[in-house]
């Protein structure tokens, strides 16, 4: 089921940091903030069925080589067309 970005950083994040913490200010939570996104960006895998187990950053790469491949492939189209 999916939750939502929010919601996960709410389930996952703030209600264990606040039970198992006292933040004095801001900055305090905004590291320990950083560290859990980082956390979830390159360590843990995601369950969404799209990306069948890898971290998001995995995810996100793979995307990027895709945009780029077709990016190439639209190109030499153009370029053949152009040739004709």
């Known amino acids: 089921m999916w939750r939502g970005f929010n919601r996960t950083v709410l389930d996952e994040f703030l209600r264990e940091a606040f039970r198992k ?3 004095t200010s801001v900055e305090d939570l905004q590291k320990d903030l950083d560290k859990w996104i980082h956390r979830y960006n390159h360590e843990r895998p995601h369950e969404g069925y799209r ?3 890898r971290k ?3 995810t996100f790469a793979l995307g990027k080589k895709e945009v780029e ?3 190439a492939k639209d190109k030499d189209n153009k370029e053949v067309k152009e040739a004709a």
Request: without cysteine.
């Open 56 to 58: 998001h950053y995995e």
């Open 69 to 71: 491949k077709r990016k």
């Open 21 to 23: 913490k006292f933040y």
């Open 51 to 53: 990306n069948q187990g």
